[in-house]
């Protein structure tokens, strides 16, 4: 408006008396309806939101999305921490909530935004698995008006406090399971405050969210999400933008695809289990596999090894081995891998393969894949260092000590 008045009118004056005119016309015409309402929360509902934090998971620095439910009533507060913002995510935190406090609220509140369901308009659209959910434990949902925070506030005022409280310094734990068992933890810890406006400890005021909530079910709800997917030429499928393989030997083929919040399981026609993956969240231009899937196809095409992904995961002496190997022992020895792996694991063949290089016999021998069991089951000792000096009396000629012990003597004169 400045710069209008100053353009088009020849305005000489300075900036403040524009500013303090529109200020003032601004309280003159203010709405009567501007301005947010104190809304009352009985007991037994809750209110659900995200928020972001930090924490040091297997020795990783990892961005973590914060699952915050509040119940208003009470202040009580519980938080879990995931790696996306999904439908499963959320799914899987509530349920671990709903059994920590031992029953479920009768109503939740949604920001818009989460991935759970969508509100535009009078119209709402929810995932179908989280419609599940709400059938599951009787509950009903309300999603709050794009842009309106306040219709939420004590869970928005959580988001904040939690982080600040539970999240600095950094949480440090060996698994994400392991952190929000903590966090749990530590919110109930946070029930033995006082209520900020009612002076009563907030575990008292919780015990009528308690009595008003619903009971559990019998069983928990499975957050999971079945999907078909035909696997490409490679035996490739893609979930979210991530490529999983599912092998070569799957080709094609139609496969179905159990989406989890922390996990990636792939069935068969038969719903047989294929493999399972730690699931990843975002695009990534990297397919995810696990070596093994691959040890039978390289076998068969040896040739292929120097150019396979698998390589990079086959430690030395192993990768020296093969890489210098012939066509016909390269396959040999990947057919025994293939072997052990399936009977024991991937790591436990290399580590077989390994021991039977260091003792100089063939690593693609018949003794692979028992080595392997027997590491496995935990039968083969561990190795040690045998001091064989004793046997050196065994191998001295009488006397030949002291004939030395004389020659030294000798020189030394």
């Not at 509902?45 to 699952?67: C, E, K, M, W, Y």
């Not at 093969?322 to 025994?336: F, I, K, P, S, V």
Request: one cysteine or more.
């Amino acid at each position: 408006m400045f710069d209008r008045l100053v353009a088009e009118h020849g305005y000489a004056g300075s900036y403040s008396p524009v500013q303090r005119l529109v200020k003032q016309y601004r309280a003159e015409h203010r709405s009567r309806a501007e301005g947010f309402l104190e809304l009352a929360w009985p007991p037994g509902q809750a209110q659900v939101d995200f928020g972001q934090g930090v924490a040091i998971i297997a020795g990783v620095r990892t961005l973590l999305h914060l699952l915050v439910v509040t119940f208003p009533f009470s202040n009580t507060r519980f938080v879990q921490a995931y790696r996306g913002e999904t439908a499963e995510c959320v799914c899987d935190g509530l349920r671990r909530i709903f059994e920590h406090v031992g029953f479920a609220p009768r109503v939740l509140v949604f920001d818009n935004a989460t991935g759970v369901g969508r509100r535009s308009g009078q119209r709402v659209v929810e995932s179908k698995l989280f419609g599940a959910f709400k059938a599951h434990y009787r509950l009903t949902a309300r999603y709050c008006n794009p842009n309106s925070g306040n219709e939420k506030g004590n869970v928005e005022n959580a988001v904040g406090f939690l982080r600040r409280n539970l999240m600095v310094p950094e949480p440090e734990a060996a698994s994400l399971a392991a952190l929000n068992q903590v966090l749990l933890e530590r919110c109930d810890a946070l029930a033995s405050r006082e209520h900020w406006r009612k002076d009563v400890p907030i575990g008292e005021l919780f015990a009528d969210d308690i009595a008003a909530g619903l009971e559990l079910p019998g069983i928990g709800f499975d957050p999971v999400r079945y999907e078909s997917r035909r696997a490409d030429k490679t035996g490739k499928i893609i979930v979210e933008g991530v490529a999983y393989l599912a092998g070569p030997a799957y080709h094609g083929r139609h496969l179905t695809v159990g989406v989890r919040h922390d996990r990636i399981e792939i069935l068969d026609e038969h719903a047989h289990p294929v493999v399972v993956f730690d699931r990843v969240f975002g695009r990534s231009e990297q397919t995810v596999f696990a070596a093994g899937q691959l040890l039978h196809a390289l076998a068969v095409k040896p040739g292929a090894w120097s150019h396979s992904p698998a390589r990079e995961l086959v430690a030395d002496p192993v990768r020296d081995w093969l890489d210098q190997a012939g066509l016909a022992e390269r396959a040999r020895l990947l057919a025994r891998l293939d072997h052990a792996a399936t009977a024991t694991s991937f790591e436990i063949a290399i580590d077989a393969a390994t021991a039977l290089l260091g003792h100089g016999a063939d690593p693609a021998g018949d003794g692979l894949g028992m080595l392997a069991r027997r590491i496995h089951d935990g039968l083969e000792p561990a190795a040690t260092v045998v001091d064989l000096h004793v046997y050196d009396q065994f191998t001295e000629q009488p006397g030949a000590d002291a004939a030395a012990t004389a020659q030294t003597q000798e020189d030394a004169a």
